[in-house]
């Protein structure tokens, strides 16, 4: 078996008596769709701050792609190629949608010690930027305010903004999040083409979605990883069942 | 940037650079005094802009790199040494010796804590200032001018005039460079987002720290020119008051908008100079009191023109502010 792209080791972050992630172990393998679910309050976005480097872990272990990150900031883990997505959607607002992607590029194409020449002018930024955005399907939308782009169209823009990394692994915090049925389906379509060329961890409440995509799920509760395991295999969990996903939820996902 | 936009800041350097002959028509030479001062603060307001406006980097100590720009000049010139070729250079080193240590400490901080924290330091050095006996104290002391020999004399007052308006529309046209580059759309995206310039890989605090210290020689070249303009050199160049001149001056033209500053600094001193004397023609006695009629103007601005006095020109494109 390959080497997983991401190994957890016995996480612990608690604020103050609480325990916000107790102990975790988590792995991700080459290619792997690994989703996190479980209730409000269950760690999940306290899991993703520590792995892309925002938070730092009271204990334990993280190792990417055969480099043990624990320590590094998160600008040094993007630079190894960790990317991730925000649940609460995270753009610059001031900036068009494609000075945003351009943006993710710049930070990838050495250091920003430049201070004569236009950046947004510079072919080298915005020429991927722009084929990436056609990608997308937000070609059209490349030089509007992000500010003035449609909530679903943010979301885009915030996942074009993390592919624009070049990532090797992809966090994606309820990409989802706040999306109407069509727009949910867009990006379920799109994260759908990204499998295989990008690991990803997901972070999800829509079980569509999740069970939809997911090649292996880890279910999170209180902070524990009660579970992990195939969709089946989840489904058919009656820890999880319990804790989690209630019978009608469960049976008809 | 639109055509109006353009044509205001050509008209604005024209008049400048029409200003000495002028004065010398009318016989007023105040005036040519008065306009250098508004360009010499133009360029504190302008590089304060770079990090204000753009960096969102709320310094309230900017007049540190005033005060210690003007300090290059004046103990050189204590010891005798007017030579402007060192000063100028010193000044610039300085000034931004100075901003690297106190932004690599403040910029850890960020919020209410950057502004108070900016501001302590500042008033850190003031006092320093004032405890230097041997540079005259609280009292200051006199300056000369600086020498650039066989290039041009300063002791005329129009060639030091022409310096500083050459200075202005370089910081100007360095600003515009500087905010549209690479760095510039990283500090622009730090201000913007810092937690997200973090996640797609920018370590933002050495962009910031940068800027931070090129905003602080820029100031420092500012303090270099009011040394040279004033032949004087006082501690209250590095007063907290004077920091927070310059900061209205850039609120009132327009944050983040590079050349608004320097439309707040013409009409900060403008209407420092004209508000007492009209107050002085209602009632004697009044002037002395002008900040009382000051505020109203500051609380009037701050009202209807959000954006600055630069905010008030009609503009159809956004990125200039």
Known sequence: MADPILKVEGLIKHFGGVYAVDNVDFEILPGEIHAVIGPNGAGKTTFVAQISGLLAPDAGRIVFDGHDVTALSAPQRSQLGLARSFQITSIFRNFTAIENVALSIQAHAGHSFRFWRPAMSDPELIGPARKLLDEIGLGARADILASNLAHGEQRQLEIAMALATGPKLLLLDEPTAGMGPEDSERIRVFLAGLKGTYSMLLIEHDMDTVFALADRITVLVYGKAIATGTPGEIRGNDAVRAAYLGEDEAVGA | ?321
Not at chain 2, 55 to 65: D, E, L, Q, V, W
């Open chain 2, 1 to 321: 940037m639109t055509r109006l936009k353009l044509a205001v800041i050509i008209v604005a350097f024209v008049a400048l650079a029409l200003v000495p002959p002028v004065a010398h028509l009318i016989d007023e030479p105040y005036y040519l005094s008065l306009f250098a001062r508004i360009m010499v603060f133009a360029i504190a307001a302008v590089s304060l802009d770079l990090i204000l406006g753009y960096g969102g980097m709320i310094s309230f100590g900017h007049a540190a790199y005033l005060g210690t720009g003007a300090y290059a000049v004046a103990v050189f010139s204590f010891y005798g040494i007017d030579n402007g070729w060192l000063q100028l250079p010193m000044a610039i080193i300085a000034s931004a010796l100075v901003a690297l240590v106190i932004g690599a400490i403040c910029l850890r901080t960020s919020g209410i804590y950057f502004i108070m924290i900016t501001l302590a330091f500042t008033q850190m050095l003031y006092f320093l200032g004032i405890s230097l006996e041997v540079y005259g104290g609280d009292d200051g002391m006199d300056a000369n001018r600086s020498e650039f020999v066989s290039w041009f004399d300063l002791t005329e007052d129009i060639n030091l005039y022409y310096l500083i308006l050459a200075f202005l529309i370089l910081s100007v046209y360095i600003g515009y460079r500087l905010i549209n580059s690479r760095f510039g759309m990283v500090i622009r995206g730090s201000k913007s987002n810092d937690l997200r310039m973090q996640a797609i890989g920018f370590p933002t605090f050495r962009y910031k720290l940068m800027g931070f210290v090129i905003a602080g020689a820029m100031c420092g070249v500012a303090g270099f020119l009011l040394a040279n303009l004033t032949e004087f050199l006082t501690p209250e160049y590095m007063h907290w008051f004077r920091s927070g001149e310059i900061m209205i001056m850039t609120l009132m033209g327009g944050m983040g908008t590079l050349f608004g500053p320097m439309f707040g600094a013409a009409a900060f001193i403008l209407l420092e100079e004209w508000i007492p004397e009209l107050l002085e023609l209602i009632h004697q006695g009044w002037g002395e009191h002008w900040w009382v009629a000051f505020g109203p103007v500051l609380v009037i601005l701050v009202l209807f023109a959000k954006r600055g006095l630069w905010g008030l020109i009609p503009d159809r494109s956004r990125n200039d502010g």
